[in-house]
Structure formats: C-alpha cells, structure tokens
C-alpha cells in the first residue's frame, strides 16, 4: 500500500494581525493632535470697512523694573498716576488701561495700577506680554 503523505494546508491566522492593526489604530487616534479652527493658517479675506466703526481709545502705562510709572512713556508719579486715571475715567468714553510691565517688575507696583484703575472706575484693564 502506498501511502501518500500529504501536506498540510498553509494557513495564515489573521486573527493576530487584526489585534495588531486595531492596537496601531488606537495608538494613532490617542496620540493625534487635532487643529482647532483658532490656529489653522489660513488669510482671512480683506473687508474695507473693518475698524472703522469705533476708534480704540487706551490709557499705556508702562512700569520698569526699579518701579518707575509712565503714562504714554513719559514719567509720572504716583499721585499723577491716579490723578490721570481720574481725568480719564471722567471723559465721555473712558479709555481702557493697557498695562506693560517689565517681567521683573515687583507684583505690588502692577496690582497698584491695576486697583486705582478700578477705583476710578476703568475696569477695562489688559496686560501686554509677548
């Protein structure tokens, strides 16, 4: 009798493959950053009458780091400080305060400007950084 050896069949298991590719899958989605509409690149088409309905009024005061307050880059003292927020806040549209302060510059002199602003009744206040 003869007898044929037979071969077996050559399968390949897909099932591993599938668990491998499913694992990757996961992988990429957890570790993909999706843009936000707020940093796409993109150049926003040019309209003629942007801005021009209301001119923006602000107060600068400025703070070095020895202290030294200056409104418009000219130096003031304290008293003068306040006295202009006072004549600021008294005009008929009161200016918003933009505040720029050296990064070295001790917190009581920024929280000073900031708390007389508001005394005088100019709660629109904005801190310049880079």
């Not at 897909?14 to 590719?21: G, K, N, T």
């Not at 200056?70 to 306040?82: A, G, R, T, W």
Request: charged fraction near 25%; hydrophobic fraction near 45%.
């Amino acid at each position: 009798m003869d007898i044929q050896k037979r071969r077996k069949k050559t399968e390949i298991n897909i099932v591993p493959l599938i668990d491998v590719l499913i694992v990757l899958i996961f992988f990429f989605l957890m570790t993909m950053q999706f843009k936000n509409m707020d940093v796409l690149n993109i150049t926003p088409p040019q309209i003629e009458t942007a801005g021009k309905d209301k001119e923006i009024i602000q107060l600068m005061v400025g703070i070095d780091t020895e202290g030294q307050y200056f409104i418009d880059n000219k130096p003031v003292s304290e008293d003068e400080l306040v006295t202009a927020f006072n004549e600021a806040a008294a005009q008929k549209e009161p200016p918003s305060v933009l505040l720029m302060a050296d990064q070295d510059v001790p917190l009581h002199f920024v929280t000073f400007v900031m708390d007389q602003s508001r005394k005088a009744k100019l709660p629109k206040v904005r801190l310049q950084s880079r």
